[in-house]
């Protein structure tokens, strides 16, 4: 159970199994819309958790994923919860960052990426997988700019 601690009310029943996908019904984005709006003039939510061995503070940086969860419902979109190795293959990466295995191979080889081996095959740690993933985000805007002059210069 999930109590809004800022507004004293707003119970959220249910549980969720570990593997469970959190689609919002609208039972649960009226409920989520309720927390919302309840805590609407509160600069930052905390939350505590109710179980029979006592009330417990849920940190601050919880807190603010739990808002967020509860914001995005309200809105009507869909959460999925998942947990992520801390170690994932070579495979799983380039999934993740949308390149062939080969093409992260290479990003290993010249260093965009750390990797280690385990045996004969490489690892990678996910929070670096992450740190890529943004990495390449923030340059496509410069590479877009970069393309869109080169194209104005041999344009004219």
């Known amino acids: 159970m999930i109590r ?10 249910g549980t969720l199994a570990i593997r469970d996908l959190l689609v919002p019904d609208e039972e649960h984005k009226r409920q989520a819309a309720e927390i919302v709006e309840s805590a609407s003039d509160e600069p930052h ?8 061995a006592g009330d417990f503070a ?5 807190s603010s994923f739990v808002s967020h969860v509860l914001h995005t419902v309200a809105q009507g979109a869909m959460i999925q919860v998942r947990t992520m190795p801390e170690e ?6 380039a999934d993740h960052l949308g390149v062939s295995r080969p093409t992260l191979m290479k990003m290993i080889r010249e260093g965009a990426i750390q990797a280690h081996l385990v045996g004969t095959h490489h690892r990678l740690k996910w929070s670096d997988v992450e740190d890529c993933e943004a990495r390449r985000s923030a340059s496509r805007p410069d590479a877009a700019k970069l393309l869109r002059d080169l194209g104005r210069e041999l344009g004219d």
């Open 45 to 52: 939510l905390c939350f505590k958790v109710v179980s029979s």
């Open 4 to 13: 809004h601690a800022n507004s004293g009310g707003g119970v959220m029943p």
């Open 88 to 93: 994932v293959s070579t495979t799983v990466a």
């Open 58 to 62: 849920v940190p601050d940086h919880l």
